[in-house]
């Protein structure tokens, strides 16, 4: 593969049906509103390049979420694998919604 071929990959989209996006959803804990969040993955989640995070780490997201009842702020660090799949997750201000 030339290297014209591995960087065209590199910046490949994904394809097929929520494929470009990762989607949760997180609860606030101070009103209790419940917010979907989606996050694009050629844009919102970074390409781990050091040993950074758990192992098997590959890609990461850290995120601050506003919903629309309350001013109240909510952090969510998630940590990915190659597939995106996800690893390990963090949130403060509010909860995940399974």
Known sequence: MSFLDKLKNFFAVPEGPGASFITFKVKCKQCGEIIEVKARKTSDISRIYTEEGPSGAAYF??????????????????????????????????????
């Open 61 to 98: 997201l850290r995120k601050e979420i506003l919903g629309n009842n309350c001013s109240n702020l909510i952090y969510v660090t998630m940590y990915f694998g190659p597939n995106f799949d996800i690893i390990s997750k963090d949130i403060s201000g509010g909860s995940f919604i399974d």
